[in-house]
């Protein structure tokens, strides 16, 4: 109940209320009235200030801090402006009080509560996704593959880098790396640190070799879930034939995925082989998912468009349009990696004729999965196309019926104009009753050719 009066008596309705307020304490110095009016007037006014009273009441039992809500500068003003008005109610307070000019004088503090009320309703609300998320440090978690070769257990950062730098086969995920994390693993991996900066700096999936050792570079999906944006996290593979190490920005659940794809794959291939390839089928389960979760986003959009209205609709359509774009950029250029490395243009160390049929038929995932995202971008914009057809159309319909209104009120407008203000003493003979008439015969008649061109459907 209480949320209801909280919605209910916004700051945009107490604002009008206030203006309203401000009118009536005006009306009796402009006006002469009767003792009734005066009463009804008297009314209204406290039926305003009841209504105050009780938005004020409402929102400091819903407060959590009900302390600083009592403290608020504008809050105070309400019970300020309040309390005033209702002192004429108190049977102690002596008619005298009741109708002195002080008392008066202080019910010009409406003049603030319209100032602030309507400035608070004025004020553009501000939007969350504007502000600028507070910069924290990731949290580092750091887990090697065991010596089942199936699974990843917890290691210390310092044995990590011990074990990056050593000539044994090995595979790490390290998740929550900063820029000054990844100077000591460039160290140890004895590669170019602006090699590994892509992690900060890249936006789009990409591979590179370098002598010995070959980068993968790629935005891991994260957050998907119904109302809030996508959400990626940059993702680097980088290392030797049988050294890997993957880097990821953010804290995710990347390993436990890619344990899940280790038994379908041989033991005995290439680590960096294995990996590149666990990755790449987990990447394209993701965006999978991910495709999954917009397509049913752009059903409801398709479902809900009626009743949403220009703005609201806009506002959701960009932002599945947003989403979509990203998706689509990513995939593009991630089965196009896919594809070279399974055509034999790109090569990474250890990778032989027999493993790139994992990457052929992760290539023609890849490729399903960006022509199910470009008919989502091909639906999507037919569905604006459709909209802002209908709000033209709309749109002309109201301007049609101004300007069929406008030429009906042509008629008595220029009679009026040619026969003045009277029938008597005007060059032309005729009653008003003649006039009326023949003005009503103009309209009915234009009406009608209207009606029979079709421009009143």
Do not use: C
Request: hydrophobic residues 50%; proline residues 4%.
């Amino acid at each position: 109940m209480l949320i209801i009066i909280e919605r209910l008596l916004n700051d945009a309705v107490l604002g009008f209320l206030a203006l309203v307020s401000l009118f009536l304490m005006i009306t009796p110095s402009i006006f002469s009235l009767s003792d009734y009016r005066l009463y009804l007037l008297f009314l209204v006014e406290y039926s305003i200030i009841f209504l105050f009273a009780t938005e004020y009441v409402a929102a400091l039992l819903l407060a959590e801090n009900k302390k600083s809500f009592m403290l608020n500068r504008w809050r105070i003003l309400d019970a300020y402006i309040i309390l005033l008005a209702l002192v004429a109610f108190l049977p102690v307070t002596p008619e005298v009080l009741r109708n002195s000019p002080v008392l008066r004088l202080l019910r010009l503090g409406r003049l603030a509560l319209l100032g602030t009320r309507s400035g608070l309703a004025l004020k553009p609300v501000a939007d969350a996704s504007a502000i600028p998320a507070m910069e924290t440090t990731p949290e580092l978690s750091v887990r090697a593959l065991g010596e089942s070769g199936e699974k990843f257990e917890s290691i210390p950062w310092e044995q990590a880098l011990q074990r990056i730098a050593s000539v044994e086969q090995d595979w790490l995920f390290i998740s929550g790396i900063t820029e000054d994390r990844l100077k000591p693993v460039a160290d140890v991996l004895s590669v170019p640190l602006n090699a590994l900066q892509g992690l900060f700096q890249s936006s789009v999936p990409r591979f590179g070799r370098l002598e010995n050792f070959s980068i993968l570079f790629f935005r891991y999906p994260v957050h998907i879930k119904a109302g809030t944006r996508l959400q990626r996290t940059p993702v680097m593979l980088v290392g030797t034939a049988d050294n890997v190490v993957v880097l990821s920005r953010e804290r995710t659940n990347l390993e436990t995925y890619v344990e899940q794809r280790l038994p379908e794959l041989d033991a005995n291939m290439p680590r960096m082989v294995r990996a590149t390839i666990a990755l790449a089928g987990e990447i394209i389960r993701a965006y999978t998912e991910v495709t999954e979760h917009l397509e049913t986003t752009l059903i409801k959009l398709e479902t809900e468009q009626a009743t949403l209205n220009d703005a609201d609709f806009l506002a959701r359509s960009f932002t599945v349009r947003a989403d979509i774009l990203r998706v689509r950029s990513s995939l593009k250029h991630l089965k196009g990696v896919i594809r070279d490395l399974s055509q034999g243009q790109l090569s990474i160390p250890g990778l032989d004729t027999g493993d790139r049929e994992y990457f052929r038929l992760l290539a023609d995932d890849a490729g399903d999965l960006y022509e199910s995202i470009e008919d989502q971008r091909e639906s999507l914009q037919s569905l604006v196309d459709l909209r802002i057809n209908v709000s033209s159309f709309q749109m002309n319909r109201v301007m049609r019926l101004l300007a069929l209104l406008t030429t009906l009120a042509l008629i008595p407008a220029t009679a009026g104009g040619l026969l003045g203000m009277n029938l008597q003493d005007t060059p032309w003979p005729g009653t008003l009753a003649q006039v009326s008439f023949g003005l009503a015969a103009g309209m009915a008649l234009s009406l009608y050719i209207f009606a029979i061109k079709g421009w009143l459907r």
